[in-house]
């Protein structure tokens, strides 16, 4: 109990209003903006823990699927161009957007084609060749493009999306199997390539 100047008692819960009950604190009016700070405090200081998470979820996701093409695409596509090199083939590779300290490619295209048509720049005698593919992954999606050669800035011509074609769309797709077929698909394309050299 208080007693005021002019000689008013206040009563404060039959404690003084500095020591706390067993309960917690005793609230008095105009209290509960307390309370309401700081559950606004405590949500932005969830949100500024939650971001570095968040920016960690994309970035695993981002090297996943760069991942992918490293350690998936590229030592098959490597294999074939070994395999078929010394029987006058090639596995012409392209790879985009290099990043990080090893260059891991972001997205990786080829096409199969011959040594005679990489030598011949007349056109004369050329060789044969598989359409262009571009595999470029994304947040867990695959895109599987392929045109008629490359353009000017390194892209497969007028592209046409093959992913569900080939079966393959998302990051698990793309398998040692999945490649293998991609490959074949583009060695019998080679295969079939019969077009005269003046239409090249």
Do not use: W
């Amino acid at each position: 109990m208080t007693i005021l100047d002019d000689g008013q008692q206040v009563q404060y819960g039959g404690l003084p209003p500095t020591r706390a009950t067993r309960k917690g604190f005793n609230m008095t009016g105009g209290d509960d903006d307390y309370g309401d700070a700081f559950k606004k405090a405590k949500l932005e200081h969830n949100q500024e823990l939650e971001a570095p998470t968040e920016a960690s979820r994309v970035q695993a996701e981002a090297d996943a699927d760069i991942a992918v093409l490293s350690d998936v695409v590229l030592p098959q596509l490597q294999a074939a161009a070994q395999k078929l090199q010394p029987l006058g083939g090639k596995v012409e590779i392209r790879q985009y957007g290099r990043t990080g300290q090893t260059l891991r490619p972001a997205s990786v295209a080829f096409r199969i084609t011959d040594q005679q048509g990489q030598q011949d720049k007349s056109g004369y005698g050329k060789g044969h060749q598989s359409r262009a593919y571009l595999i470029v992954p994304g947040s867990g999606a695959v895109t599987v493009t392929c045109g008629d050669g490359f353009d000017v800035t390194g892209q497969p011509k007028q592209p046409k999306n093959v992913s569900k074609e080939i079966g393959i769309e998302r990051r698990d797709d793309v398998t040692i199997e999945s490649v293998k077929k991609l490959i074949m698909r583009a060695i019998e394309e080679y295969r079939n390539d019969r077009d005269p050299p003046e239409r090249r």
